[in-house]
């Protein structure tokens, strides 16, 4: 700054002189005309250099930028002082030869004298602008030969929104930081403003994927078990948050904070923990706000989330088909071996919603197993995604350390139990945030058939979940998850789907219907409108069996999360009885459907 306002005030100095040294040299215009004209030799190549080499310097420029631009500053500078003693030198030789006396015809001699001057005027204007145009390439040459010297430094302009108003202390702040169990260590970072930070970032986990997104725009990219990068991200002028933009990842805790010190720093706009007196401190599920980042997380924040889409009556369209809620029986045999492929894909959730979902074998619920007690199944995990994913499966009874392991992108693992008992089983992905990942369609049902299960003439199955919607075409919105508010409740894995497809029985058929719920977060109460239940199976015993002394019946099977069993009823008489979860805000949005019955 000092020498920048140097370097005007000796502009302002020289340029002073230039105008009163002729005049105090004396010997009449002649003399001072040619003192001018020495002093005003390559002006504008002068001025253009010393002003826009000035005002670059001004700017938060990498450092050798602003060496060469102001060693260009002070070369235009010096180039004035031996004008100075070229000006004197031309005035007093003006002095001592003075212009011939004016004879002949004066007026044309003066008309002549002015078309000179003025054709003499266009060639200086010429002249000065051709200068001009060389100071303004002479400075963009020392410019781009600055950044030559030192590209990185380039993310500081880049990162000017967070160090405006910031000195550049010519400094480097430099802090190693892993990312492992849904925490970066350390979690903050103390910068003197004016610094410039590089973050050495290293995902330590063993399997899952991690990145560092910072408030500001700048993204370490994702990094796979193992890797590292260098995250630049410039000057700091005020404290910036981070987090892990795979989904559900912030919500874990992992997030992080670049904490500008010195008496410049200020918060980032927007941020109101220092007004209102709070700790600045990473805390977990800390709101974030940010349109430019990459990631989960940001491809959701700031956009419109697919919910506001939603139209449970709207018609899913022509190339809609419902998904099969058929069950077939057990197939032979007592080992059943099954390939599941994790994939991330874009899917129609609800008429007008697409979600981009995580699916085992891209179906949602993911297959339906179904076996005898004493089955082995035998499954071989293939994480194709993009994060790390893994598998739980309630039918079994393992130690969980190895077989639920999460496993990273491109790997896979093989998860084999033996089926020991009856009932209707959750399996589901089992890595963190597992409300995300259940809820972004990594679910399904493994059936184990009670010994002696009656034959009836139709089985259906249902595993209700909830979508909490992001942006269309986006991710689960994990900051919904927390905060429980799902936007559709679903049967198999689509809003409303047997409205618009209803299930077929005939009057005085024996109907058994399978019910999982998987949640995350709500339970489900599963109710037919005109039917009652004469047999209600729940988590591993019957409730209730036809012909019981009691007379009884049932009219809603209550599952909490993870829990699942089965009815059965025959059908009164022909029509259209639409089947729900009764706790009735969910029946409205998506946890719905209907079965037509005719004769
Ligand atoms: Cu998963």
């Not at 010195?262 to 800390?286: E, F, I, K, L, V």
């Not at 995350?520 to 037919?528: L, V, Y």
């Not at 089947?579 to 009735?584: C, N, Y």
Request: with cysteine.
């Amino acid at each position: 700054m000092p020498a920048l306002a140097a370097g005007f005030t000796a502009q302002v100095l020289f340029g002073a002189l230039s105008y009163l040294l002729p005049v105090v040299l004396g010997g009449g215009p002649a003399a001072v005309r040619a003192a001018n004209t020495e002093f005003a030799r390559f002006g504008a190549l002068r001025i253009t250099i010393i002003n826009l080499g000035l005002a670059i310097c001004l700017l938060p420029v990498p450092s050798w930028v602003r060496v060469l631009c102001s060693g260009l500053v002070a070369l235009g500078l010096a180039a004035f002082l031996p004008l100075i003693f070229r000006g004197i030198r031309a005035s007093r030789r003006a002095k001592k030869n003075p212009p011939e006396p004016v004879t002949g015809n004066r007026k044309a001699q003066v008309r002549a004298t002015k078309e000179e001057r003025a054709a003499q005027q266009k060639q200086e204007n010429r002249n000065s602008l051709g200068l001009a145009a060389a100071g303004v390439a002479a400075v963009l040459f020392a410019v781009a030969g600055g950044v030559a010297l030192d590209p990185s430094a380039t993310t500081a302009i880049n990162a000017s929104s967070t160090s405006a108003g910031v000195a550049a202390t010519g400094e480097t702040t430099r802090v190693s930081v892993e990312a492992k169990d849904m925490r970066f260590t350390p979690a903050s970072v103390d910068v003197p403003a004016g610094n410039r930070l590089i973050i050495d970032l290293k995902n330590t986990d063993d399997e899952d994927v991690h990145d560092l997104v910072l408030a500001d725009g700048h993204d370490s990219g994702r990094l796979a078990p193992g890797e590292s990068t260098s995250l630049d991200v410039g000057i700091i002028g005020s404290d910036i948050d981070g987090w892990c933009s795979i989904a559900g990842h912030k919500q874990m805790g992992m997030v992080f904070t670049v904490n500008a010190t010195g008496a410049a720093a200020t918060r980032d706009a927007g941020d109101n923990d220092a007004a209102d007196g709070g700790s600045a401190d990473a805390m977990p599920g800390m709101d974030h706000d940010s349109a430019q980042s990459t990631g989960d997380d940001a491809a959701n924040e700031g956009t419109a989330s697919a919910a506001s889409g939603l139209d449970f009556m709207a018609d899913p369209g022509k190339d809609f088909s419902a998904q099969d809620a058929e069950l077939p029986p057990a197939p032979g045999g007592t080992t059943h071996k099954e390939i599941f492929t994790v994939t991330e894909v874009e899917q129609v959730v609800a008429a007008n919603v697409r979600q981009k979902l995580w699916l085992f074998n891209d179906t949602m619920p993911g297959p339906t197993l179904r076996g005898k007690v004493g089955d082995v199944f035998e499954i071989t995990l293939v994480n194709d995604g993009s994060m790390g994913h893994s598998i739980d499966f309630h039918a079994g009874e393992l130690a969980p350390d190895k077989p639920m392991r999460t496993i990273a992108p491109g790997k896979s693992l093989t998860y084999t139990f033996k089926a020991t008992h009856s009932g209707i089983w959750m399996y589901h992905c089992a890595t963190m945030p597992m409300s995300s990942h259940i809820a972004n369609g990594m679910f399904g049902a493994v059936i184990i058939d009670p010994p002696e299960l009656p034959a009836v003439d139709k089985e259906f199955v249902f595993v209700q979940s909830e979508f909490y919607l992001g942006p269309q075409g986006g991710v689960v919105d994990s900051e919904k998850v927390r905060r429980e508010e799902p936007d559709a409740v679903v049967f198999n894995g689509f809003a409303s789907q047997y409205d618009h497809e209803p299930l077929t029985a005939h009057v005085g058929e024996r109907v058994r219907i399978w019910v999982l719920n998987v949640g995350p977060n709500r339970s489900s109460a599963f109710h037919i409108i005109g039917g009652q239940f004469d047999t209600v199976y729940k988590e591993g015993a019957y409730v209730l069996r036809p012909d019981n002394s009691e007379k009884g019946a049932s009219q809603t099977l209550d599952l909490e999360a993870a829990q699942g069993g089965f009815v059965e009823l025959e059908f009164a008489e022909a029509g259209h009885y639409p089947f729900v979860s009764h706790k009735m805000v969910d029946a409205e949005r998506g946890a719905h459907g209907m079965v037509d019955v005719s004769k």
